[in-house]
């Protein structure tokens, strides 16, 4: 069974930096995807961005691009998402999701409702 353990996360002034980190275990296949998405107070889950594996392509919001940047440990099955100049608009609970490459279309990997395994969530919050 797929299993994601979260970790990083906390509480930044706008403009500060946090580093989330992902770590995957129980996949099969070698070639799947990883992603973190977020869900504010009364608003849908969104993502952020994703990256595939092993393969290390990745994709961004538009709303995190050049602030955000999304890597991978293959050795660890682990993705780092390290987030900068965050905004108080980033604040919201971050979730690890990954799937098979079968699921996920490239140009929609960001659409969550595709996505099977998720993480428990970590919660980031961002003042003014």
């Known amino acids: 069974d797929v299993q994601l353990v979260e970790s990083g996360g906390g509480s930044v002034q706008a403009g500060g930096s946090l580093r989330l980190s992902c770590a995957a275990s129980?996949?099969?296949?070698?070639?799947?995807?990883m992603g973190w998405f977020r869900q504010a107070p009364g608003k849908e889950r969104e993502g952020v961005a994703t990256?595939?594996?092993?393969?290390?392509?990745?994709l961004y919001a538009d709303s995190v691009k050049g602030r955000f940047t999304l890597s991978q440990d293959n050795a660890k099955s682990t993705v780092s998402l390290q987030m900068s100049s965050l905004k108080p608009e980033d604040t919201g609970t971050y979730y690890c999701a990954a799937d098979s490459d079968v699921n996920i279309p490239p140009s929609l990997a960001l659409e969550s409702g595709r996505w099977n395994y998720w993480g428990q969530g970590t919660q980031v919050t961002v003042s003014s």
């Open positions: 990256i595939y594996i092993p393969g290390g392509y990745t």
């Open positions: 129980g996949y099969t296949t070698n070639n799947y995807y």
